[in-house]
Nanobody
Framework: EVQLVESGGGLVQAGGSLRLSCVVS????????IGWFRQAPGKEREAGSC????????YYLDSVNGRFTISDDNAKNTVYLQMNSLKPEDTAIYFC?????????????????????WGRGTQVTVSS
């Protein structure tokens, strides 16, 4: 079974940076599409950043575009989310997710195709 474990969350001041990690285990395929979703208190879960190893595509929602960067280290089975210029409105639980059949990033981030598996999340808190 595929498992995703996030780490790297914490408390940071506005304008600061954090790097989240997602270690993927149990996946035996060649390609995958990873999405970093987030859920703020009282709000629905939303996708922010997605990456596909099949076509090396990335996709970002407008709210994080230019500030967040998603990347992967295939040798370590790890996907990263580098978050810069953090804002208080970025405060949320961040979840890593994977779709094992999708071959491009955008549909996952736009909610057109759901993930197959989820991690348990890591808390990010940005103070003003």
């Amino acid at each position: 079974e595929v498992q995703l474990v996030e780490s790297g969350g914490g408390l940071v001041q506005a304008g600061g940076s954090l790097r989240l990690s997602c270690v993927v285990s149990g996946f035996t395929g060649d390609d995958y599409t990873i999405g970093w979703f987030r859920q703020a208190p009282g709000k629905e879960r939303e996708a922010g950043s997605c990456f596909s190893s099949a076509d090396i595509s990335t996709y970002y929602l407008d709210s994080v575009n230019g500030r967040f960067t998603i990347s992967d280290d295939n040798a370590k089975n790890t996907v990263y989310l580098q978050m810069n210029s953090l804002k208080p409105e970025d405060t949320a639980i961040y979840f890593c997710s994977i779709n094992t059949d999708l071959r491009t990033a955008r549909p996952l981030c736009e909610g057109l195709v759901p993930p197959d598996y989820w991690g348990r999340g890591t808390q990010v808190t940005v103070s003003s």
